[in-house]
């Protein structure tokens, strides 16, 4: 049977995963998606456990953090936790933090047996999850709280409760700065948290980018970028919360991630297009897009290998999709 242009661009696309929206150059080349086997329902955060070389997927519908070998791709375990919503990783210690909203508790895994070795019960349900390396803590916000919940994974309780505006999304620390980031949507800022005194020192406006959701840090530079849910992308300055630029990005942008070495910024909108930006001295301009899966929200940045990865359900099926880079630093 011969195949009109447009059944042949349809087949393409089924195994090529994602085609780029502009020709040349190209931006990522997507290896062809891969079905979970055995699960279903979306995800939310996706995280990367550099040192353990682990992909690691909140699977909040299916009630399993989803463990993923980096180099092959292959799936390793799915960890019953309940509703999963954000992972912190503490690769020295061997330890994966996992924020469960449904059951309202923090689950601890062992990185090595894939077991759950502890759980703390929670006073409302979890969001994004941060281990801070320097203290030993781990930082869980209260979804669509007023409050970050600052856990010792030691002793299994609960040392303090940070009082912040209400809605918060993705938790960032900054080594740097001895500082931790918390978008907070309701008044589309970012709270700048004191983990030394458990306060919130400023509160850094993102407008144009109003109920920001995505957050990304790259240090070196002193630069946190900020994807609202409106279609804009700010840019901030660390060292004093300045605006340095703002850019638009499509809406639907939840989760994003930064590949401080290749300077590019990736932004996946559940509109089914992923947004690269790259960082400049003026901020950052947009390098290019590429057609993902509608519904994909959830990134993560291999930072040894700078392959970039997605996790997104379509229907009862459930798949995971490795992109490569094809784009050199920019001097």
């Known amino acids: ?55 690691l997927a909140n699977h909040t519908r299916n009630g399993t953090l989803d463990v993923f070998d980096l180099d092959s791709g292959k799936l390793l375990k799915l960890c019953p936790t309940g509703a999963a919503q954000g992972v912190a990783v503490d690769e ?25 070795t502890g759980e703390v019960a929670l006073s409302g349900p979890a969001d994004d999850a941060l ?29 303090a409760s940070i009082e912040i505006g209400e809605a918060p999304e993705v938790l960032c620390y900054d080594a740097g700065a001895d500082r931790i980031y918390q978008n907070i949507k309701s ?3 970012v709270s700048v948290i004191d983990p030394a005194t458990n306060k919130v020192e400023h509160d850094w406006a993102v407008a144009p980018a109003t109920g920001p959701h995505g957050l990304a840090l790259d240090g070196n530079i002193h630069r946190l970028f900020v994807a609202g849910a409106n279609g804009k992308l ?21 989760q994003i991630s930064i590949d401080p ?7 996946p909108s559940s509109k089914g297009t992923l947004s690269v930006f790259r960082e400049t001295e003026s901020g ?18 291999d930072p040894q290998t700078h392959a970039v990865w997605i996790v997104y359900a379509e229907g009862e099926h459930a798949f995971v999709q490795k992109l490569n880079p094809a784009l050199p630093p920019k001097p």
């Open 1 to 55: 049977m011969k195949l009109n242009p447009a059944h042949l661009a349809a087949i393409t696309a089924l195994f090529a995963g994602a085609l780029p929206c502009h020709a040349a150059p190209a931006i990522l080349t997507a290896e062809g998606p891969v079905a979970v086997p055995g699960t279903k329902g979306g995800f939310d955060f996706v995280e990367v456990d550099t040192v353990g070389r682990r992909l």
């Open 92 to 116: 020295n210690g061997g330890k994966y933090y996992v924020g469960v909203s449904k059951e309202k508790t923090l689950i601890t895994i062992d990185a090595k047996t894939l077991e759950k």
């Open 131 to 159: 281990f801070n390396r320097k203290n030993g803590l781990v930082y869980v916000c209260h979804d669509d709280g007023k409050d970050v919940w600052v856990i010792d994974p030691a002793t299994g309780k609960i040392n």
């Open 187 to 189: 008044t589309s800022v």
């Open 234 to 254: 700010a840019v901030l300055d660390t060292t004093n919360g300045k605006m340095i630029s703002d850019l638009t990005l499509p809406s639907g942008v939840d």
């Open 261 to 267: 070495a290749l300077k590019l910024i990736y932004c």
């Open 284 to 301: 950052a301009e947009l390098a290019g897009e590429i057609a993902i899966a509608k519904g994909c929200h959830s990134i993560a940045v």
